[in-house]
């Protein structure tokens, strides 16, 4: 007989009638729904130039809010391993991101996010949520499901490149200056950077799911993906583009041997190396824009046709104190100025969503009571809101302790997850490792944004959960 709470009904105690199986189920499915609601809600404001990109936080919001009750679920059901040193870690990260925000220029904003960004305190909630939801699955099948997820968004995401590149439509990023045409694609992620991060790791899933699997029609699936991620990634012409391919050649390779597969499978790697040489060539031959040689235009997109031009979330980048053509320059610039910035707030950061605000020096002549904060921001010449070194930038924002938080998380999920691979090195907890591996080292040349976070903390929770352990754990059924 199922369980009840007093007098009410069995559909009413659906919690408590929920059976492992059941429940593993619903998170897969709410942990995919995290790969494709920013995505699906970012092309509203791609077709209507006149809406804000702060509508795309609301494809964020749906799908936290559904990972926020699963995790409530987990917890009540005691599917939670509370002894995880990650989960400690997420909980202080969020009780010193609430210290941050008290002591933040803009408690708005902290909690919020700034406008067409959105990764404030509330979005760091949810990417607990993405974490502890994730942590929860018990079910080998609940992650292929979610593995599928990550390569399916990927696709979708390099569709729509596909389209920014040939024709320069659905795309901010047409121009990298005013007369310097390159047609870059930034796909659903809302920036070439943020879309490179993402595509790295549905490439890396993509590949290694392709050497893995013995499905015939998953591996043709994989491998076009791959094809289609690696292509597009090139047309970020971004560092993180570069190094994700790399990055997901040399994971895929370390599968290979970890799962030892038969030597024909090493034809794979070609869907990562192929298409991103196609995609020189083509930029060469001149058949893009007005540009006849493949170079990185990190400094113009990710500063001035993105915090600038799209969101005046920074002001404008003079070509005489920077030079944008020079990304090692631009990367440098960025790094070294946060760190100033650490320096003077080290214990609770500027506030989430905040660097920025330091750096202002003048008003213009604008109230600042009466005007927006992107006016103002916008006349303050070479100031920036993002450093593009993740953990620069948790430091920055929500001080050094919140920055040993992150590094506790991630060296703990790395920890499990080597455990894990060693005691039975199932395709899943491969692929899932590898993608966790490709995002702390992409973190180092890109930040956290809410199309790639959702992924990458859903990954990580996997990871650490009981999904592929050797286990004597008995299914919860129905009484």
């Not at 024909?264 to 995609?279: D, H, K, N, Y």
């Amino acid at each position: 007989m199922a369980r009840q709470l007093f007098n009410s009904t069995e559909k009413s105690n659906f919690i408590l009638n929920m059976t492992e199986e059941k429940y593993s189920q619903l998170v897969s499915y709410g942990l995919s729904l995290a790969c494709f609601t920013t995505a699906v809600f970012a092309v509203i404001p791609e077709f209507a130039d006149r809406l804000s990109y702060s509508i795309v936080s609301g494809g964020l919001a749906i799908s936290g809010v559904i990972c926020m009750i699963l995790a409530l679920i987990g917890i009540i059901k005691k599917y939670i391993d509370f002894k995880n040193i990650s989960l400690w870690g997420f909980a202080f990260m969020l009780i010193w991101g609430v210290i941050a925000l008290i002591n933040s220029y803009s408690v708005s904003v902290s909690f919020y996010g700034f406008s067409g960004r959105g990764e404030g305190l509330l979005a760091l909630i949810f990417y607990a949520c993405f974490f502890i939801t994730a942590m929860s699955i018990k079910r080998e099948k609940s992650a292929e499901i979610f593995i599928n997820s990550v390569i399916s968004a990927g696709l979708l995401h390099s569709i729509v490149g596909l389209v920014q590149v040939f024709t320069g439509n659905l795309s901010h990023y047409k121009y990298a200056s005013v007369s310097l045409k390159i047609n870059a694609s930034s796909g659903l992620a809302q920036s070439p950077v943020f879309l490179a991060m993402v595509l790295t790791l549905s490439l890396t899933a993509s590949m290694v799911t392709a050497v893995m699997t013995n499905n015939k029609k998953r591996r043709i699936f994989c491998t076009v993906s791959a094809c289609m991620c690696s292509f597009i990634m090139m047309f970020t012409y971004s560092l993180v583009g570069v190094t994700g391919i790399t990055i997901a050649l040399i994971t895929t390779g370390a599968g290979l041997f970890i799962k030892k597969v038969p030597p024909v499978r090493f034809t794979v790697l070609l869907s990562g190396i192929l298409p991103a040489i196609i995609a020189v060539m083509i930029v060469n031959a001149g058949l893009i824009g007005n540009i006849s040689t493949y170079r990185l235009y990190d400094g113009y997109t990710l500063w001035w046709a993105d915090s600038y031009m799209r969101l005046s979330a920074s002001g404008n980048c003079l070509s005489d104190n920077l030079d944008l053509s020079d990304t090692v320059e631009v990367y440098s610039y960025l790094n070294n100025e946060t760190i100033g910035i650490i320096k003077k707030y080290p214990l609770t950061g500027t506030g989430e969503e905040q660097l920025v605000y330091p750096q202002l020096y003048t008003n213009g002549g604008l109230d600042p009571e009466q005007s927006d904060i992107a006016d103002i921001i916008a006349l303050n010449n070479n100031t920036f809101d993002k450093v593009y070194n993740e953990y620069l930038y948790t430091a920055g924002t929500r001080g050094i302790p919140s920055l040993i938080a992150l590094i506790t998380i991630l060296c703990t999920v790395f920890t499990g997850g080597l455990q894990k691979i060693r005691k039975k090195p199932s395709e899943n907890t491969i692929c899932l490792f590898m993608m966790f591996l490709s995002g702390i080292i992409i973190f180092f040349i890109g930040c956290s944004n809410i199309t790639f976070s959702p992924v990458f903390w859903s990954v990580s929770g996997l990871l650490v959960s009981s999904c592929g352990k050797k286990s004597n754990h008995r299914l919860t059924k129905k009484a």
